[in-house]
């Protein structure tokens, strides 16, 4: 077990792709989030997974529970705007019935979900019964109307013609059904970012079973950390069965070093935001909720 | 690893060392919580064989008068114009090492500050106050119910804090203490709390679980911020408790794996049957 003040525990990282055409067509990187939890599903670990889906307007995630590999594969693709996925989870194993819940989400959402495993205040049933959790990684997320206004206003397109956005290489792209690329430079979309971010001390989903994200890996490709028991039995008996094909993660660029940073510069940065809320006010602090 | 070797540890003390002696005081609460100490089914028969004595308990016990206890665990409000409970719960302070409040309406007072009286056979009784107004409380369990497992953890590391060897208390104490700030905080819950200490304090990032927890189901999310409906809020305080921002002890958390190890472990022979 390796335990790293950023990365958090993992047994093992590695680049990875799905193997299943359908999925990786759809996918954000490398298919590796809804593969797993189809996997999970037809192998009965789960009976179901709480997704981000399609909302009421364009690239407005809507949480529901996914009961078919049909219904999870309606979740793909990032979106970057709040999806609050775990105000499903007592409603999955009560409304649903599920015995064995499945997770997709960001880091934070991974902390509620942990948070609700060990204090499970009104939580009844729901601890034992949280079966697998696959969290993204995450720098921070966007209010929607902000992600309305760096679409629509700064990159100029209309929302209902995006195929994909994406964060990388310092800049914020849209990609439109017709092939056009717009970037936005990240110093423009800093100020649309959801506050309660800023404080956020996770980037790489150090709770989840299996975290996955696109830093790291060359396009196409996710990088995957598998954290716990769970995750690992998964994931060996996933990779054993050819759903994925995988690299050592020394041998892919840009590699570990890359998250690595991401991950020093975002909790840095926001252990620094905590510490000025110890002196927002004269001699009065805002609340720290890791004290 | 660390708390691996405590899961060890914990394993084979099989620490019927001492038992703690536990009593269950019943107040105004529709017994709801007593109904989840039980739905533990044979964690809390492991937990009554091996860690705790039940030393008091209406409808489980034959003793009238409040005994010394190491540990009273407290279900319901106290109304303040029945003598009798208010002698209880002050009497309970005085016999008791640590006094934890289960539930909403001990801690918060829940449903019951809505009462009004008008009840027979006593009509004149109508106020109702969480524990925590006329006594200093130790932890809290909010909950309307409170969870078993919640029940379950909190019975486990009690022990382990009175009990177990310096690296249990260790965990113990820091397993207790977001639950012991709680009881610290206040004796009001609502979904104010969430808006007051999280939401306007920019802390929110929409994750959804003060949805989930609620029992009454007055929060909705709109455009991914909790919104709730005071007309609908009981003032059970869950949802402050189940937010990540209200309080999340990352030492504690991120060792979700191991912990859940232990607590498991501790309770191992009572999962057979389920
Ligand atoms: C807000 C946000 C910020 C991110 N930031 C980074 C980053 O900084 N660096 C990085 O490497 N990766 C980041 N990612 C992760 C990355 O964009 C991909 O989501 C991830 O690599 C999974 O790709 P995939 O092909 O495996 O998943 P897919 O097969 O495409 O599945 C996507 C999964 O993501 C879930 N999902 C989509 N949108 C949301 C949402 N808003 N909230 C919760 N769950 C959602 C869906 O439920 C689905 O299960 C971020 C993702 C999000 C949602
Ligand atoms: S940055 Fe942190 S708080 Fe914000 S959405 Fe991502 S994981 Fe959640
Ligand atoms: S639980 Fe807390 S952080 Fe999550 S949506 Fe509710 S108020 Fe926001
Ligand atoms: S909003 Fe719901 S969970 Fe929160 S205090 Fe009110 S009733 Fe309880």
Known sequence: ?291 | MELLKKVEATKEAKPVANKIKLGHVHLSGCTGCLVSVADNYQGFLKILDDYADLVYGLTLTDVRHIPEMDVAIVEGSVCIQDRESVEDIKETRKKSRIVVALGSCASYGNITRFSRGGQHNQPQHESYLPIGDLIDVDVYIPGCPPSPELIRNVAVMAYLLLEGNEEQKALAGRYLKPLMDLAKRGTTGCFCDLMNDVINQGLCIGCGICAASCPVRAITHEFGKPQGDLNLCIKCGSCYGACPRSFFNSDVISEFEAISEIIAGALKEGEKDD
């Open chain 1, 1 to 291: 077990m390796i335990e790293d003040p950023y990365l958090g525990k993992y047994l093992t990282c590695v680049s990875a792709r799905s193997t299943d055409k359908e999925i990786l067509k759809k996918a954000q990187d490398g298919g590796i989030a809804t593969t797993l939890m189809v996997y999970a599903l037809e192998q009965g670990i789960i009976d179901g997974a709480i997704v981000a889906g399609k909302g009421d307007l364009p690239w407005k995630p809507r949480p529901f529970v996914a009961m078919s590999r049909e219904d999870i594969l309606k979740a793909q693709r990032a979106k970057y705007n709040i999806s609050p996925q775990i105000s499903w989870l007592k409603e999955a194993t009560r409304s649903f019935g599920l015995d064995k819940v499945g997770i997709t989400g960001v880091c934070c959402q991974m902390q509620a979900v942990r948070k609700a495993q060990l204090y499970p205040i009104n939580m009844r049933d729901v601890p034992g019964k949280i079966a697998f959790t696959v969290g993204l990684f995450c720098m921070v997320n966007f209010p929607y109307d902000s992600i309305q206004a760096l679409v629509e206003d700064h990159a100029n397109q209309s929302l209902s013609s995006v195929k994909k956005m994406e964060f990388g290489k310092g800049k914020f792209f849209v990609h439109t059904e017709r092939g056009n690329v717009t970037t936005v430079p990240l110093k423009e979309t800093h100020k649309y970012e959801q506050p309660g971010c800023h404080v956020c001390l996770d980037y790489v989903s150090n709770l989840a079973d299996i975290s996955t994200g696109s830093v790291g890996s060359p396009d196409g490709w996710s990088t995957v950390f598998i954290r716990t028991k769970v995750g690992n039995e998964i994931w060996s008996k996933a990779v054993a069965e050819g759903l994925f094909e995988t690299k050592p993660i020394e041998e892919v660029k840009p590699g570990l070093g890359l998250v690595m940073k991401l991950a020093k510069e975002k909790i840095d940065k926001n252990r620094k935001t905590l510490e000025e809320r110890r002196n927002f006010g004269v001699n009065k602090a805002l609340r720290d909720p890791y004290a």
